[in-house]
């Protein structure tokens, strides 16, 4: 530790620049550096959970693995792992969205809306439909970083007037699918089996991508790292986090469309109230990221939904009534919270 | 290097520099100069408004009055993006590295190396090791999370950033704090090598006049919001400046000197 060795005489600063030789790596033993990488990639321990549970549901009940069944898995994992890459997001910058699940049952309104009353063209009425969930975002955004309310009160008070104002418009009603949406555009948008999963595994993709290979993540995870010195770096802040909000909500109202399409109703419960939402910071905790913002992973994330899904299902498979299925997500909550504490607690010990 | 513009002799003037925060006058009426390739100990004690000063020069205040002139030209510094496109940069106290992140990442925190929309990476892996290497900062390697470096490797990496952001005026905020003696006189040493090369103007803020003084070509105290001391190292000794401020002190304690109003500038 702190080994520094004297400084050469001439300090070859100008020669540093553009194409400098590659220079020989230190390398380091290869047991440590797995040990390492699994640290670095703690995805690798939740997705050994959710391998074990598939593989003991799987022994245990025979109709686990069936196509339908597997169709349910795929869509009750992805409305809440596509929430949750976004929100790994957000609770990696250092603040968190309540709205979400409410954005989620306003966006298929809108689109309702703006389809069958303003005779909007359908796609047109989905994209306006997510640019208002977008706008929210930017207000969760913009009422968090101008005004310094804390993002946990900021989004509590927007869900309940989003959650508001879904009922009052739809006076509390389920409303049909536009007639204007076809066929295609239904299987597209949710009513296909596989539809959710695969919008889910693009998104999971990109946000993945966004948060470990491009500035914006690095970004993120400076100002929720450091916020005062990501600030003096020149970092913009209160964009990166306005833009996250703003994505998340994106994808909230996103993921009410899908559930609309799936069921075939615009349901006001869309959403669950404040459900899905929790189920998404549940899934990103369990995934491995840190509420405390600075650390997170989208991979974990959908590996965490993919878990709470498994054992839902599961659970329903093997004739366990559904109320145990809150004591268990709320054990796999605690666990992952403490193990997360530990690991990162590890993680800086580790130096040596 | 590019520092052949107008030949001013001053890379740095602030002029009549006041700042306030709600009631509190932090800084009354800077004056500093800082001449090209010149090393400036800003010394004074707590609260003196060192840090106003600085964040002030590196743009992360706006000042409420006076005047700012970077080789001889008057400038309003916008933000901390403008001053370092000015050529002004700063290492902080709370050394404004991410822990989260790489060492590499951290050298290349907003100046990344992208070719869009993706990092690059390996390019900004090979270049910072590449950096610290030339400038003898030893760490494991560059891949490493900035959270299991030491206080002193966190340090040296935070100079040899702005070193690497080409800085023509940098400004260096209690740099030896948290150092152990090796490590402090590796950013010494690193200081003098700077100096020697003439490209780089420097101001170190501290607290350890006697390590200051062995680098600094001229030293400024700053006492409740201005400049009162401004001497030569050569002319001046550590007695002398900690003589300065316990006097300031004294004063202090015996009801006097209460600076903030009797002094503020409108």
Redesign the interface.
Known sequence: MGKVGSVSDTVEIAERVEEAPPPGRPSRSIPRRIGEELLRHREASVLIVAIGLGVYFASAHEAFLTRPNLVNIAQATAPVAIIAAGMVLVLVSGEIDLSVAAVAALAPFNMHYLADYYNVPILLAIVLALLISAAIGFVNGAITVFLKVPSFVTTLGTAYVVIGTVLVTSHAFPAPIPDSATDRIRSWFGYSDWAHITWCVLIVVVFHLLLTRTRWGLHTIAVGGNLLGATEAGIRAGRIKIGNFMMVSTLGGFVGILEAFRINTIDPNIGGGFGIMFLAVSAAVIGGTALAGGSGTVLGAFLGALVLAELQNGMNLIGISANPYNVILGVAILISMIANVYLSRLRRAGRT | ?AGDGNGSAEALRVEHIAKRFGGVTALADVNLRLGRGEVLGLIGDNGAGKSTLIKIICG?HQPDAGRIFVDGQEVTIR???HA?TLGID?V?Q????????TVY?NMF??R?L?RW???S?RRMQ??A???L??????I??VD??V????G??RQ?IAVARS??SDAKILLLDEPLAAM?A??GA?IL??VR??KE?GEVSIIIIAHNYGQILEVCDRINLLQHGSITFDKPTAETSVQELTDLVVAEYRAARLGRGQATDTRGRG
């Not at chain 2, 290497?133 to 030893?138: Q, Y």
């Open positions: 290097m992360f933000s901390v993006d370092r700063t902080y709370d050394l404004a590295l991410v822990n989260e992140l990442h925190l907003n990344e992208v929309p993706m990092l990476n090979r270049l090791r590449q950096h290497e030339d400038m003898g900062v030893r494991p390697d490493v999370e959270a299991k470096l030491s002193g490797q040296a070193v690497y152990g090796k490590e590796l040493d690193l090598d700077l090369r």
